[in-house]
C-alpha cells in the first residue's frame, strides 16, 4: 500500500504564511512528479504546484510569485511553502504523487486525504 499523509494546513489571516508537507509511504521504487492540487468550495479540482523529480516546477498562474514547492527526495516528502495568502486561496489542498511501486509495474497516480486550508480576510 501506498500513502500519501498531508499536514500543514489550518486557518491564517490574509497576507500571513502556511507550510505544508506531504509525505509519500509504502511500497515505493520510485517517483516521478510530485505536487500540489486544490479544490475550493464548489469548484473542480485545479492544480497548484507541481515538481518532477529533476527539479522542475510548474505553477499556477495565481499562485506564482507567492508559492513556493520543494522535495526531498531521499524522503519521499514534498513541501509547498505559501506566502502572501489571500481568500481566494482557501480550499482543500490534495497532495499528489505519480510513482512506481514496483520496477516491473507501471506509473500510478496517488492522492493524499486533503488538509483544509481558509484564509480569512
Known amino acids: 500500500q501506498v500513502q500519501l499523509v498531508e499536514s500543514g494546513g489550518g486557518l491564517v489571516q490574509a497576507g500571513g504564511s502556511l507550510r505544508l508537507s506531504c509525505a509519500a509511504s509504502?511500497?515505493?521504487?520510485?517517483?516521478?512528479?510530485m505536487g500540489w492540487y486544490r479544490q475550493a468550495p464548489g469548484k473542480q479540482r485545479e492544480l497548484a504546484a507541481v515538481?518532477?523529480?529533476?527539479?522542475?516546477?510548474n505553477y499556477a498562474d495565481s499562485v506564482k510569485g507567492r508559492f513556493i514547492i520543494s522535495r526531498d527526495n531521499a524522503k519521499n516528502m514534498v513541501y509547498l511553502q505559501m506566502n502572501s495568502l489571500k481568500p481566494e486561496d482557501t480550499a482543500v489542498y490534495y497532495c499528489?504523487?505519480?510513482?512506481?511501486?514496483?520496477?516491473?509495474?507501471?506509473?500510478?497516480?496517488?492522492w493524499g486525504q486533503g488538509t483544509q486550508v481558509t484564509v480569512s480576510s
Open positions: 499528489y504523487a505519480n510513482l512506481r511501486r514496483r520496477r516491473v509495474e507501471g506509473w500510478f497516480d496517488y
Open positions: 509504502g511500497r515505493i521504487v520510485s517517483i516521478d512528479t
Open positions: 515538481i518532477i523529480s529533476g527539479g522542475s516546477t
